[in-house]
């Protein structure tokens, strides 16, 4: 991400504000004798590095602002005494510029002498040697010895403190990149240059350390610092790396594109991607350094099948999917097709979800078929869907910067997406309003021009007072809304009576509040709502998401840049999963399984009559279990014992199966419950594609090979497929491995707004966006462009959002507000990160109970003391955690890690569309843990025995709140 750049250049894929400046009146001018023509306010270094010259730099970066401090960038003006330095001057009208001679080279020189007299000369000894700025201008300039003499009297002591980012002060040119980057790109601020002359140093907060300093560890410092003064330990430790891939991140759903370095078959460290397009050479702490899992000694590398007496035994691949195939054909055929469903992952690639997909319809003859956007976006997308016809958010990240008003909807994307995150607090630190919806004191809530703390579970009530508001005084464009929506008057009747004021008494907020955000959304030019699992997981999300497209249907607030509606998605591919049909009533492009076209396409394709039975949900599945009717699951990398609600309800079902595979990289809660367990890959050892949060297909490379034992999961797939006698497919012959780019094709030929994708041209443009009609179709940034939704009547639809409470509130036994979330070091369940060096930083290690102060005070809790956290369902144990990020009345906890079983906690309450469970919206109550007592975790199900209550009452601002 570039940050305001003074002429709007910009390289490399990176830009701070999401656009180009308006474009001013051309200037025409000479470089070495080329002419130039650019925008007025383009700077020389951009104008002359576009006729392919160049000059050297030391404290440029096409991701910030210019700096002007080296001076090696100099160039000559004709008709000038003196040089001027290029990256932050404007081009003039008819000059002549010239960035060599003998001249410059001599000035060149001698600032280099001046920065090299302060710099060690033991470049043999340098982890930056051959890739270093200064060494490359040095030889550039001639420069083998300086004359003057080392200034420094003592060498300042390496700083190892951080498990990531090394620091080697005594190698430091004072160029502050690093100090910039951390303003301008990561918006942590964190970093500043301290002292003068040779003494100068980096600091990091009141010179404290990095981590003491609340460092994020995305180490964009690394990424920009011209020497090695800032290195991470993959290059200290292994050297240069022999190959280096270009893939797409893992973690989160902004889809960072990645350098993946590798060194002797193993990943020795990875970069951000210059040319990203999404995330524009940043990255995070779990994209940039969490990959150790990869290569970990507890990956699974054989397959596992259960013995009789429950414990597991090593098995041969033959014999494990002989075991596969044999019981998938016989409960298959003795209890039917229903008697079968799978779970696809969002962390597998779309062509392996489309596989298995395929599989459950083609092979099992069955639509029981989910993946993980069951319990968390499946709102976005039902509501998306119905309302505007696509199951997708509307705008690019990009388009922040062509906001004037975000509106931020339970979601904390600084923590669980850093880098679009990152990238919303750059375009609010540059004039943008931003409005957070948020019952916690979220990083982005202290930049907001206003903060509602709405409680848990009040969303749908502030919506609809918000949207009373933009009814009641004038905000509606009714011009707009009779051209392109319908449902106006049904939602005014709904609305009618939802005063701010009757809002504020649900939500615990002042109604000023909720009236000030209303009027702000309606006086805005271009403004957008961007909402996470805060309202999909809080109760009745889909009503809420309804609500907030009524209200940017209502004042044109849709189809063009900088306005719109965009849920941002949790995982990796948690979009593409969806995307390609691992849904029990849906095709790939979200083509309903009852729509006689889109059966007729796939009958055509497929060669077989797609199944007509109504197909399990994932919470469907589970009771199914119990009832008996469900006798066999697949499930591809999803942990659903540790990361579903109800934990025992879902141990309970997993149990009662007759035959459950699980298909995982390593062992997790779930796997314990299998008969048979197939070991597969990262995505580090695969092809194929994801689809990130804004509709963005991005390829997915193989970087490294599949540990020995281990099978790709499209392969596994596909071969149990054939061993079942049927060709997905997939493969160039049996035998043969999944053709990725094969099963894109077929994926595009059965979705029309996919049509237009397939390898060749992901390769060539880096990504596309969905819709993309044909091979000529350049993809679509803004959905429902003019105000025409993709709705066959191209009408947007207002839909009536109904109050209801959520499905459980605090009362006299529990009267605390339990909300869950993630945090920055961790990713969902922590199978991953939990795996790697993240787990060395202080705030990775463990999960806490977060408590505001007061609470904790009435209830005689210490900072760091264990508690047991009990709900209607079971207790866990866990170190509490005061904070003021916590309103009152509620409490805090993540879902990251196995041993606090945090969802053994949460109800089965769940959105009445989609199914969606009430993560956020979960009553407790806090107990003190003796210290002679042993741990207990209640998983039985059984009532929970009342025990004295330790509560700071009800709340006062609102409880914490959710995030994605």
């Known amino acids: ?72 960038c100099l160039v000559e003006v004709e008709g000038r005494k003196k040089p001027v330095a290029s990256c932050h001057t404007a081009v003039a009208e008819g000059a002549t510029y010239r960035t060599h001679s003998p001249f410059l080279t001599r000035l060149r020189k001698n600032i280099t002498e001046l920065i090299v007299s302060d710099h060690p000369l033991e470049c043999l000894d340098c982890t930056a040697n051959g890739r270093c700025d200064l060494q490359d201008l040095a030889m550039d300039v001639g420069l083998r010895t300086p004359r003057y003499e080392d200034p420094r009297t003592h060498n300042p002591p390496m700083d190892n403190s951080h498990p990531f980012i090394k620091l080697e002060m005594d190698k430091c040119i004072g160029c ?39 460092c994020v560890s995305c180490g964009q410092c690394v990424s920009v610092c011209p020497v090695a003064a800032l290195e991470e330990p993959g290059t200290r430790e292994h050297g240069l790396p022999d190959t280096q891939v270009t893939t797409t991140c893992s973690y989160c759903g902004v889809g960072c594109s990645l350098n993946v370095n590798v060194k002797d078959g193993r990943v020795v460290n990875i970069e951000p991607n210059p040319e990203g397009s999404a995330n524009q050479g940043h990255a995070c702490v779990k994209g940039r350094f969490a990959h150790q899992f990869a290569h970990s000694d507890d990956r699974l590398t054989s397959p596992l099948i259960r013995n009789a007496d429950g414990s597991f035994r090593e098995a ?34 779309n062509e392996e979800n489309f596989l298995m997909q395929k599989f459950a319809r083609v092979v099992m003859g069955t639509n029981s078929i989910d993946n993980c956007s069951r319990v968390c976006h499946s709102p976005s997308a039902y509501g998306l869907g119905q309302a505007l016809g696509t199951g997708a958010g509307t705008n690019p990240f990009e388009d922040v910067f062509h906001s004037d008003l975000i509106m931020l909807v339970g979601a904390n994307p600084t923590e669980a997406h850093p880098v679009f995150g990152s990238r919303i607090k750059q375009a609010v630190l540059q004039g943008c309003k931003l409005v957070v919806f948020d019952p916690r004191n979220i990083e982005l809530a202290q930049l907001a021009d206003l903060h509602v703390p709405l409680r848990p579970g009040s969303n749908v009530a502030v919506v609809n007072a918000m949207q009373h508001v933009l009814i009641d005084e004038g905000y509606v464009d009714e011009e707009f809304v009779a051209r392109h929506a319908m449902g106006l008057e049904e939602v005014r009747r709904e609305v009618a009576e939802c005063t701010p004021e009757w809002a504020a008494e649900i939500a615990g907020v002042d109604p000023e509040l909720i009236r000030r955000a209303a009027r702000m959304y309606g006086e805005a030019e271009a403004a957008q709502f961007l909402w996470g699992l805060g309202v999909t997981e809080a109760g009745h999300g889909s009503n809420t998401v309804f609500g907030m497209i009524n209200m940017a249907v209502m004042t044109g607030n849709i189809g063009r840049p900088g306005a719109g509606t965009s849920p941002i998605r949790g995982q990796n591919n948690v979009q593409g999963a969806s995307d390609v049909g691992a849904l029990p009533d849906v095709f790939s492009d979200y083509r309903p399984v009852t729509d006689e076209a889109a059966r007729e396409a796939h009958r055509a394709v497929w060669g077989v009559e797609p199944p007509t039975n109504k197909g399990l949900r994932i919470p469907d599945m589970f009771d199914a279990a119990h009832a008996g009717t469900l006798k066999c699951m697949y499930v591809l990398a999803e942990d659903v014992a540790q990361s579903d609600p109800n934990t025992t309800h879902v141990e309970g079902a997993l149990e009662a199966l007759d035959f459950l595979v699980v298909q995982e990289i390593f062992m997790n809660p779930t796997a314990e419950f299998a008969d048979v367990v197939l070991p597969g890959t990262t995505f580090l050892e695969k092809d194929g594609t994801f689809v990130n949060s804004d509709r963005r297909i991005q390829r997915v490379r193989q970087v490294i090979d599949p540990l020995p034992g281990t099978k790709v999961d499209g392969d596994i797939v596909n071969t149990i497929a054939r061993r079942m006698g049927v060709d997905l497919g997939a493969d160039d012959g049996p035998g043969t491995p999944v053709n990725a780019g094969k099963v894109m094709d077929e994926i595009a030929a059965l979705s029309p707004k996919w049509g237009g994708v397939n390898y060749q041209r992901l390769e060539e443009k880096g990504f596309l966006q969905w819709p993309c009609w044909d091979e000529e179709h350049p993809g679509t940034p803004v959905v429902h462009a003019g105000g025409e939704t993709l709705r066959p009547d191209g009408k947007a639809r207002l839909t009536p959002t109904p109050w209801q409470e ?39 290690k463990e999960e806490t109970l977060r ?80 210290e002679e007592a042993p741990r207990s975790d209640d998983a039985s199900g059984e009532e929970v025995a009342p025990a004295p209550a330790l509560a700071g009452g009800a709340a006062e601002t609102g409880p914490s709140g959710p995030e994605e």
Not at 11 to 17: A, E, L, M, V, Y
Not at 877 to 882: H, M, S
Request: aromatic content about 6%.
């Open 806 to 844: 959520p499905g459980e509130l605090p009362d006299e036994e529990d009267p605390v507000m339990l909300t869950t979330g993630r945090q920055l070091f961790h990713y969902n369940v922590g199978t991953m990160t939990r795996r790697t060096d993240i787990v060395k930083l202080d705030l990775a």
């Open 1 to 72: 991400m570039m940050i305001a750049r003074a002429d709007g250049a910009r390289s490399n894929g990176s830009r701070s504000n999401g656009a180009e400046p308006e474009a001013g009146p051309p200037v025409s001018a000479t470089i070495n004798g080329k002419e130039v023509t650019v925008p007025e306010g383009t700077s020389i270094l951009t104008a002359l590095r576009r006729t392919g010259a160049d000059v050297p730099t030391l404290c440029y970066s096409d991701q910030m602002k210019p700096f002007g401090a080296c001076r090696t």
């Open 851 to 930: 408590i505001h102060p007061r609470d904790a005070r009435q209830m005689g809790i210490e900072d760091g003391e264990m508690v047991e956290v009990v709900s209607r369902r079971g207790r866990v144990k866990v170190r509490a955690e005061l904070t003021k990020a916590t309103n009152r009345g509620t409490v805090f906890m993540t879902f990251h890690f196995p041993e606090s079983r945090t969802n053994l906690l949460i109800g089965d309450a769940c959105d009445e569309y989609t199914g969606c469970p009430e993560y956020k919206v979960c009553a407790v109550r806090i107990e003190k843990v003796p």
């Open 316 to 349: 041969s691949w033959d014999e494990a999917l002989d075991l596969v195939t044999r019981k998938f054909t016989e409960i298959r055929d003795e209890h039917g097709p229903e008697a079968y469903a799978s779970i696809s992952s969002s962390r597998c690639t």
């Open 176 to 214: 502050a990149l690093c100090v910039r980057a951390c303003d301008e790109v990561q918006g942590s601020f964190i970093l500043a240059m301290e002292g003068r002359g040779y003494d100068t140093r980096v600091i990091a907060g009141n010179d404290t350390g990095f981590e003491e300093a609340l």
